[in-house]
């Protein structure tokens, strides 16, 4: 009898133990608190009403307790994107950005979907490294609709209220970045949906098919800044304008997207890279490390959206895959040929 009482209250402080060890498992995943930063910093657009700003800390899960709190005014706008006419009442949208670990890359949630209307989580990314911003977590909330651009601008209030320095300039490329993916993405989206291939599908699927083309973008963009990254390595000194466009094309065509590309496109992203390579930091070696963490969730993306779209899906997937292959094959056969030619 006695034993058997035992056995029950062993297993009864197992039981205990193991519910424990659970509760600090969440509690640990849902508020960590980062050494460097302490509590997530939590920044809200000055433009809020407090009805609204009420409704946004609600839409992100958070309370005055749980995070230190900022405000991104109008100032802060012309101060890290150099435009804007410093007025607050345009400050919407608003951000929770928590420091991660080193290694742990960038990752973005935007928790309002319907009313961040042209930014997708994935283009924050590029812009948020061009910008010198590493391993964050950053959730993007707005209770009325608008674009997204500013939402940047919250991440750098975040970073700068915990003594991390952000560079203007970085931070200024990384708008027009942003600026750039936004427009080359939308005219690659029309052009897609214009071709024949892209009529048989739905609404729904078109959708989907359009999240897969502004991820093949933005791994495009991670292409051509390691692409330059290397290249400067190499030679000890800047792509001439014929190296850079070379590698804008090729970036564009190893991602399946030449075929939907204008002229004006093309030369907008030969622009954009010219800076990359004129903007200290944006193509070290900490940048590079941290493109290499996003590259993988632009190809999950690709992969989750064919996966969701049956035939059309295959081809969108299939072409890309043999595109990857195919350069990847074309760079191990230049860099063979050199090897047994300096023997």
């Known amino acids: 009898m006695k034993l058997h009482k035992y056995i029950l209250l062993a297993g009864l402080g197992l039981s205990l133990g193991a519910g424990l060890i659970n509760q600090t498992k969440v509690h640990a995943e849902d508020g960590v608190i980062n050494e460097r930063w302490g509590k997530p910093t939590f920044v809200a657009g000055a433009g809020l009403s407090q009805q609204q700003l009420d409704e946004t800390m609600n839409k992100l899960g958070i309370n005055q307790d749980s995070v230190k ?196 496109d093309i030369n907008q992203l030969v622009a954009l890279a010219e800076k990359y390579q004129t903007t200290d930091g944006v193509l070290d070696k900490e940048s590079i490390e941290q493109l290499d963490k996003i590259s993988s969730d632009f190809k999950g993306t690709v992969n989750k959206v064919s996966d969701q779209l049956g035939k059309f899906g295959d081809s969108l997937k299939g072409t890309l895959e043999e595109n990857q292959g195919f350069f990847a094959n074309l760079w191990q056969q230049i860099k063979e040929f050199f090897s047994g030619s300096s023997k």
């Not at 609709?145 to 300039?169: C, H, I």
């Not at 993916?181 to 214009?194: F, G």
């Not at 990254?229 to 090729?250: F, M, S």
């Open 69 to 264: 709190m900022e405000t991104a005014t109008g100032a802060d706008l012309v101060k890290y994107l150099g435009y804007g006419s410093g007025d607050d009442s345009v400050m919407l949208s608003s951000v929770v950005v928590s420091r991660e670990d080193q290694g742990k890359g960038i990752n973005v949630k935007i928790l309002t979907p319907e009313n961040i209307t042209q930014i997708t989580a994935d283009q924050y990314k590029n812009p948020l490294v061009t910008a010198g911003i590493t391993d964050a977590t950053v959730k993007v909330a707005s209770v009325v609709k608008v674009t997204g651009e500013s939402a940047l601008t919250g991440v750098y209030k975040a970073f700068e209220s915990n003594g991390e320095t952000v560079d203007p300039e970085r931070a200024q490329l990384a708008q027009t970045e942003l600026d750039t993916t936004s427009d080359v993405s939308q005219s690659v989206v029309n052009k897609a949906n214009e071709q024949s291939q892209n009529q048989n599908l739905s609404d729904s699927e078109k959708e989907k098919a359009d999240e897969a083309y502004k991820a093949q973008l933005n791994q495009t963009l991670v292409d051509i800044k390691k692409e330059l990254a290397e290249l400067k390595e190499k030679q000890g000194e800047l792509a001439t304008k014929e190296d850079v466009e070379k590698i804008v094309n090729d970036a564009l065509e190893k991602n399946n997207l030449s075929q939907y590309v204008t002229k004006d």
